[in-house]
Structures are given as C-alpha cells and as structure tokens.
C-alpha cells in the first residue's frame, strides 16, 4: 500500500501545521479559552481565508472536493494544537448532513457562507437518554401549518451556544428507537421557544444544552424527506468518527512527543529518568498504541467517504474502538510518567490528557463501538 | 520587471536534528523536508512586489534532487508564476549552485535576483554574494526593506549596530533577512492552481556548468552539550567568580 501524500496534501498538511503552530501557542488558547466565544474567530476566519473550511464540500458546490484523507490531515494538526474551534462538529458532520440531505435551495442559501467561514453550524442530535443510540430521539416535531413545531431537549451541542444555526433531530411520527420518523430541521438559535444552556467541557470546548418548546420550524428549513433522516445522520457520523479519530491521532502524538522530551529532562538519582528500563517500557508501550491507533485513523479516514455499507460501519466502529483505548492508555501513562506535573492547569499535557479522554465518551464510547462491531460482524 | 528567486529544500526548522555516527554529515533518513525560511521570505518579497504591480513574472528556481520539486511547487502555490528545477544528485556547495544559479539568470535575464541570505542546513551565507560577483551585479545582502524607485532598488540592510541603506541599479542581488517580511499561508485554491503552472526540469550539464567541488567535508559534530550552571549565594560571589574563574572582568 502506498501511504505517501500527494504534492498537495503535503501542503495542505504544511499550511495547517504552520498555521496552528503560530497561531496556537498554550498561552494563546488558555486566553481562546477565556475568550466569550471560548474559541478564537479570527483563527476560524483564518481557515475560511485558507479555504480550510470549505475542504469536505464537492466543487460543485464551491467547496474543493476533499476526500477522507484531506480531513485527516486537517484534523491531525486540530488536534495537535488542541484547537477549540468547532471545526468537526460544523464543517464536516453539520456539512456533510447539509450537502446530503439539503435541498438545491438549502445548498445554495448556506453552503457559500459556511465554506466561507462566515456561518457555523453545530448538531444538535443527543439527549439524555439517547447514550449514542442515534434513533433514540424523543424530541418530536408536530405537523402545524408552513411547518413544523419543535419540543424537547438536546443535550451537550458542541459549538451550539455560537452557532448561526442548528441542526436538530426530532421525531416526527413513531416511538421512540424507531427506526422510521426521524427528521432533521436547521433551527435559528435566536427562534422563539429555543433556549440554551452554555456550558465549558472539562476538555476545553463550550458545548450547551438547547430546551425546545414548541419552536416553530418553517417548511422550507426541513433536510431531506420527513421521516427519513436516519441513514444519513448514521453515515455522517461515520465521517464524523473518522475525523475525530484523526484528531486523537495528532493530540496522542503530542501526548507522546512530551513525555519523552520529559522523560530525558527529568533528572532523579543523578540521570534523566528515561535511562530507567521501567519507564522505557511505558514509553515503548504509548508508541505501539499510537502507531496501531494511526493504522485505523488512516484506515477509517479512506473508508469514511465510501458509499455506506456494513463494512464500512465495522471498519469504523473498530477504528473508534482503537483509538479510544489507545486514548485512554496515553493519556494515563503519559500523566504516570509525568507525575504530579502532568496534572497541572499550567502545561499543555494536562490539557491533551483531558481531551484524549474526552473524545472516547463523543460520538459513542469504546464499549459502544466495541459491541457495534460485533453486531456487525455477526450479520457479514 | 521579471524576478528569480531561488529556493533551497532543507530539513525543517523543527526538527532536532542527529548527527550521523561516523560523522559523515547529518541524518536525513524519514527527516520531514522543507523550505529553507530566509527562501519563502524571498518568495513572499517576490510575490509582494508582483502584487504591487511592479514584477511581471516570478520564476522560482532551485538546485538539488528531484525531491526539490516539493519546494517548487510550495513557492507556486504561494503566488510564483512557474519554477525551473536544475536536478542533480551530488553534494553541491555554495560556489557550484552560484555557477548553477548563473546559468539560470543567463537564461532568463531577470532584473532582480532574490535569495534567502543563507541556508539554515549549511549556513554558509556565500551563493548570493557568489551569484552577485559572478554576473557582475549589484548586491544588496541582509535585506530587512526592499524598495523599488524607478530603474534604482533602495535596500535596507541590517548590519552590525544599526541599518544601512544602499541604493542599487537594476539588474541586482538581493538576500533576505528574518525581518523583510512574514510569509503568507499557502491557501487551498493557490495549492490547486500550484499544479498546473509549469516546472521545467534541467540538469547542469544542459547548463553548461561543471560542479565539481573544490570543498571536502572532513567531519561533522553536534555541538557540545551545555553543562550544569550553579547558583551564587550574593552578589559578592558572583564578581568573585566571574574576576577569578570567568576572568571577563
């Protein structure tokens, strides 16, 4: 296999990188962090510039066709410098709904101004109860006239609270875990009824809930069918798993890069504490999750854009099972190794331990993903 | 106005790099390549002054193996017009890529030659003055502002304890300095358009130029590690020591 970039992902992944690298700084993103939006607009406004944003979006629709690969690459270096920006959440799982579901009049209404930047979108699919189950929807949306009226909750919408519009799953007939009834609205933050409690994650980003009484939806603002969301939101969550995974990828690889620049400053009983076999093992032991998890970031990333079918959901699902645990295993053994510093507020490890853990519990847990897989596998 | 600028394919600034254990030279194995930074500083300067109006083309040229292509199409995506790729496999130094490069400005007939002020592998800080010497033009080096007033090139150039500004006729030399200028991020739709602007490839022999090298590299070696400082309990001490065991005052 040849994994080698091409010419042009070899920049797109140099642009990136750079312009994380200057933009990124710790001291940077604790004041992105501080900042109202909890995230820094002039760096989004910045990867519209770039055209970044408008990398996951066909040309015909003015975006430039990126493939999985692209994403990753993308991704990798979010992930490296711990970006707060909603990247994922807006362009390519809010996007990728857009482009799948939306009508010729929806795309041309949003897709210039989301690849411009200029519009972020955030998706608002969750709930209490739901715990990954993208069927689990209890939210309803009830037929009135020109539309369609929302109640219910959706909780922990990462990017919601700053979002230009939302995408909300709600059912607009059948029970709840049906499989048939789920609709997808593009809902106005500002629409009467909607309320929201923001919120920061412990990882960084600032995610908020949405309480929805009876917020009227317009005809016009409904995504695909009525009833006929499911696959859709399944298959953009599949791409949405692959770019996560990328992210990891690159926050594990700085989660490593640091401890063993660590490891050989420390000094206890004379040497830097990487001379001791025991912690050599430890560190071996990351690099061996971090290069397995990277095996199912690429793998995930070529199958994400992929027509769907079972194998690409189980290649997916057992990429997200990898990289979780690698996650997890990384970030303990990282903070083990560090010590009493790996904990602190003041260096960046703290943060990408956070973060790693954080991931694993978005867009489906290890054990979720663990037992879709063997689902999966059952019915190949 | 037509500007050459040339570009050197170097190991990355970030990367800490190893010195082979004989000694040979560093460790380019699996090393992340990239740019050499004074190089897209002279790019962007380039590209600047084409924006301004006052280049008609910018033609990027580098010398090395066909790897270089890479930073070829690096500086077209960042705003160059087309690139020429002189492909040779051997160790070159300063004085061979001068031939090379004189070669390119014989050919082209350029009026401003832009070069980064040295290669941050080699640091040798020679090709540009080199280059200046053997087409008999004037050279403006360490540029830190670079302005054009009719067929004269104002150049401010940082030098020992202050700047120096030095007006030259056209055609000239010009190296970069870190302070010219920032360059810009190559954007999405320049990186797509970086493809189809053409890059020819050449080799020295289709130039005419022997590189033969009258520089052997005897051995390479990684600076000494620093060692251990100590603290000083007053201010007493600290004269003490640096009269009688520094002996700086």
């Known amino acids: 296999m040849d994994f080698k970039l091409t010419e042009e992902q070899q920049m797109l992944q140099d642009t990136v990188a750079r312009l994380v690298r200057d933009s990124y700084g710790f001291e940077q993103r604790e004041h992105f962090y501080r900042s109202e939006p909890g995230f820094s607009r002039e760096f989004w406004q910045q990867l519209g510039e770039l055209g970044l944003c408008g990398m996951p979006f066909s040309e015909a629709h003015g975006g430039f066709g990126g493939s999985g690969v692209d994403n990753m690459l993308i991704m990798t270096e979010l992930g490296r410098g711990l970006c707060l920006e909603p990247y994922l959440q807006s362009q390519i799982h809010a996007g990728g709904l857009l482009q799948q579901l939306g009508s010729v009049e929806q795309l041309e209404r949003l897709l210039p101004v989301l690849i411009s930047g200029e519009l972020q979108l955030a998706v608002a699919l969750e709930e209490r109860q739901s715990h990954y189950q993208l069927l689990d ?11 369609w009226e929302l109640s219910g909750r959706k909780v922990v919408v990462i990017g919601g609270h700053s979002a230009g519009m939302l995408l909300v799953s709600a059912r607009t007939r059948g029970e709840a875990r049906d499989e048939q009834g789920i609709s997808l609205f593009l809902v106005d933050p500002q629409a009467e009824g909607l309320s929201r409690k923001v ?16 917020v009227l939806v317009r005809d016009t603002d409904l995504l695909g069918e009525p009833g006929q969301a499911l ?3 399944r298959y953009q969550q599949g791409r949405a798993i692959a770019a996560q995974c990328a992210e990891a990828i690159g926050s594990m690889q700085e989660a490593c890069q640091l401890t063993l620049d660590y490891l050989k400053t420390r000094q206890q009983f004379g040497k830097p504490i990487g001379k001791f076999q025991a912690l050599q093992h430890r560190m071996v032991d990351m690099r061996t999750e971090l290069e397995l998890a990277t095996s199912m970031a690429i793998l995930a990333a070529c199958v994400a854009d992929q027509a769907d079918s079972l194998e690409r959901s189980r290649r997916l699902a057992a990429a997200k099972f990898i990289v979780t645990r690698a996650a997890r295993f990384i970030a303990e053994q990282a903070i083990q190794l560090h010590g009493g510093i790996g904990m602190t507020w003041e260096y960046n490890l703290a943060h990408h331990a956070k973060r790693l853990v954080m991931l694993s519990h978005q867009l489906g847990d290890d054990d979720h993903h663990l037992s879709a897989y063997a689902e999966l596998l059952h019915s190949a | 106005m037509k500007i050459l600028v040339a570009v050197k394919r170097v190991v990355d600034y970030n990367v800490k790099v190893r010195v082979k254990a004989d000694g040979s030279g560093v460790d380019l194995a699996n090393v992340k390549m990239a740019m050499n930074p004074f190089c897209e500083i002279a790019v962007e ?3 600047r002054l084409k924006e301004k109006g006052i280049a008609s083309e910018v033609v990027v040229v580098s010398i090395g193996s066909s790897a270089a292509q890479e930073q070829l199409r690096t500086a077209l995506a960042l705003g160059a017009d087309r690139a020429v790729l002189v492909e040779s496999n051997d160790e070159l130094g300063p004085l061979a890529v001068a031939k090379l490069l004189k070669a390119v400005v014989d050919k082209e007939q350029p009026q401003l030659v832009i070069l980064g002020k040295q290669a941050i592998d080699s640091d040798n800080n020679q090709t540009g003055q080199m280059l200046a010497a053997l087409c008999g033009f004037a050279q403006g080096t360490f540029a830190s502002r670079v302005e ?21 006729k056209l055609p000239a030399i010009v190296t970069t300095d870190l ?8 954007s999405l739709p320049n990186i797509m358009k970086a493809k189809k602007k053409p890059l020819d490839v050449v080799t020295p022999d289709a130039l005419g130029v022997s590189t033969a090298s009258t520089v052997k590299v005897l051995k390479v070696e990684a600076p000494a590690a620093r060692s251990a400082g100590i603290k000083v309990g007053s201010v007493a001490e600290l004269v003490e020591k640096l009269k009688n065991e520094a002996k700086v005052i």
Not at chain 1, 201 to 208: E, H, L, N, Q, V
């Open chain 2, 179 to 186: 302070r010219l200028n920032e360059p810009r991020y190559a």
């Open chain 2, 45 to 47: 300067e380039a590209v």
């Open chain 1, 231 to 233: 696959a859709a939101l």
């Open chain 1, 137 to 147: 929807v209890q939210t309803r949306a009830e037929r009135v006239d020109g539309g």
């Open chain 1, 199 to 214: 919120y920061p994650t412990i990882d960084g980003p600032k995610a908020c809930d949405l309480f929805l009484e009876r």
């Open chain 2, 148 to 168: 054009v007033a009719g067929d004269q090139l104002n150049v401010t150039r940082e030098i020992d304890g202050g700047l120096q500004t030095v007006a030259l």
